[in-house]
């Protein structure tokens, strides 16, 4: 098999030859597996300290460091959707303004149903989340299994801390709903992590073994420590490093000046518009302020799943 016709076969291929064309020395997802930032491994190494000292990470204290990190660490990787909508050309400033209103539509939407039906946003945002943590799972082909290996992700918490994640998922809906999101997940989960534990053999064999030791180590990581705790380390120093990496290479020669502030602005006005509607409308939105940190979110996985496969797709057709 020829070299083009294996990038053209595999798009994380043809992002790390792109890098190779430009000369840069970043490192990005190659193979059939994923990019792993180094942070993850220090991340993953205080967390097992942590909890081989006996250290308490599902107090209110600690629940909230864990909920500011992946807020904090995790908006930043959909923050350059906007950025890539222009990047994608042939818009021009009308349909570049009607995508960015869609997009904020999408959001708005969102939000709105947390108010009114809060038990479908909720099932919604399990779908989506399962949908896009599925993404990364470039080794597998078939599109309903990588969504079972996304849904490992949310459903591996669940195993492990039944009772919390069902605590969580009452304080997102207001009512017992969330308790019986929480057990479909933990009717579900064997089958999801079975796919997993599949596709990370596969990853290991195919050679993407830093990316199956990753993701093995995140798993158990959101089956042994506190869901926000664990789920901060998945989101924050595994999955949105990979995305962010592929940003930075789409939208080519940035400077680091433009990029962090770009990350750094999109990131602060969700959060602010968040803060605004939540004030808002208060009585009708839980009081715990990681349920709302989920419920934010959920508001803005949404248009980022939806907007990101459409940037691939024009992306894709133009070259880019």
Do not use: C
């Amino acid at each position: 098999m020829s070299l083009s016709t294996t990038i053209d076969t595999d798009p994380s291929v043809r992002v790390a030859a792109t890098v190779a064309e430009t000369g840069t020395n970043r490192r990005v997802p190659s193979g059939r597996g994923g990019f792993v930032h180094p942070g993850f491994w220090l991340a993953a190494l205080y967390l097992a300290t942590a909890l081989a000292a006996g250290l308490s990470l599902d107090g209110p204290i600690a629940t909230l460091i864990a909920t500011i990190v992946f807020i904090g660490g995790g908006m930043p990787h959909g923050a350059y959707d906007i950025a890539l909508l222009a990047r994608t050309g042939r818009l021009g400033r009308h349909g570049l303004g009607l995508a960015v209103g869609g997009y904020v539509g999408i959001a708005v939407a969102m939000a709105a149903m947390w108010v009114m039906s809060p038990l479908v946003a909720l099932i919604l945002f399990v779908a989506v989340a399962s949908v896009h943590f599925g993404e990364d799972w470039t080794m597998i082909d078939e599109p309903l299994l990588k969504v079972a290996a996304g849904t490992a992700i949310i459903a591996a918490p669940a195993i492990g801390h039944p009772a919390e994640v069902a605590r969580l998922f009452v304080a997102m809906v207001g009512g017992a709903g969330g308790e019986t999101v929480a057990r479909s997940l933990i009717a579900v989960a064997p089958v999801a992590l079975l796919v997993t534990i599949v596709g990370i053999s596969d990853a290991w064999r195919s050679g993407a073994r830093e990316w199956a030791a990753a993701t093995a180590v995140a798993i158990l990581g959101l089956i042994l420590a506190p869901p926000v705790a664990g789920f901060a380390l998945f989101f924050v120093f595994l999955h949105s490093p990979r995305h962010l990496a592929d940003a930075r290479i789409t939208l080519g020669g940035v400077s680091q000046r433009w990029w962090l502030a770009t990350g750094a602005a999109l990131s602060v006005a969700a959060i602010g518009g968040w803060l605004v509607f939540a004030t808002s409308l208060q009585r009708f939105l839980p009081t715990d302020l990681t349920a709302q940190a989920f419920q934010l979110l959920a508001t803005v996985a949404v248009p980022h799943l939806v907007f990101s496969r459409w940037i691939e797709r024009r992306l894709a057709r133009s070259g880019g």
